[in-house]
């Protein structure tokens, strides 16, 4: 049981969005809120293609959704959408796997082309699913963030100020009586 799931859509090993859901679980549990990580690469690939909703890693993995209170999804963008490995996992999930969860979705592109994506392909599916508490996506493009071994190690200011707003709500939902103040443990700013 978890206050906070990350869901990590990238199908990459060393992937800029699971490390910004990285930064998202120190931050938050550095607030007292407990986390969870689930990354869709490392279900069983067969279960995930063959849509076998009674799989092992499906089935634990349904079940850490169904416990958390509140949802950090983050995907890379691929061909103007969300990863099909994300897809593939939220096509398993209940009909109603999200209502009453918050839901944060992150994205990562390489370019602001798909700047709306998050908008346009990821909310109808998370709306799909239940959720009606959905917070301002963040879009992240690549040249704001650096990472190493999967490890973050910089992110542009602006972007961390939007993540601090955001995770600053998460907070404020969760645990409504927490000071309205988030460390970043000093992460450094891309130039
Ligand atoms: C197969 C593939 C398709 C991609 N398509 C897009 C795209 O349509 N638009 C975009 O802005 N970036 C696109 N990218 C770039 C990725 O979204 C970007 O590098 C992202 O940060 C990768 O996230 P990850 O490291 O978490 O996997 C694509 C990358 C790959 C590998």
């Not at 959408?81 to 979705?105: C, E, H, M, N, T």
């Amino acid at each position: 049981m978890s206050d906070i799931l990350t869901i990590a859509g990238s199908p990459s090993n060393n992937s800029r969005s699971s490390a910004v859901l990285e930064l998202v679980r120190n931050v938050l549990e550095g607030h007292g809120l407990s986390t969870d990580a689930l990354n869709v690469r490392d279900l069983d690939a067969t279960e995930l293609f063959t849509a076998n909703f009674n799989g092992e890693s499906v089935r634990a993995a349904v079940a850490k959704v169904h416990q958390a209170r509140a949802i950090v999804i983050a995907t890379p963008i691929y061909k103007a959408a969300y990863s099909g490995v994300l897809k593939a996992f939220l096509d398993l999930l209940p009909q109603d796997a999200l209502a009453d969860k918050l839901i944060f979705p992150i994205a990562t592109g390489g370019s602001p082309a798909h700047l709306l994506a998050i908008d346009y392909a990821l909310k109808p599916v998370l709306n799909a699913l239940g959720a009606h508490h959905i917070l301002h996506g963040l879009y992240i493009q690549d040249a704001q963030i650096q990472h190493t071994n999967g490890e973050l190690t910089a992110l542009d200011v602006a972007i961390e100020k939007r993540l601090h707003t955001s995770l600053m709500k998460v907070v404020g939902q969760l645990m409504p009586a927490q000071p309205e103040r988030i460390s970043f443990n000093s992460i450094a700013h891309v130039r």
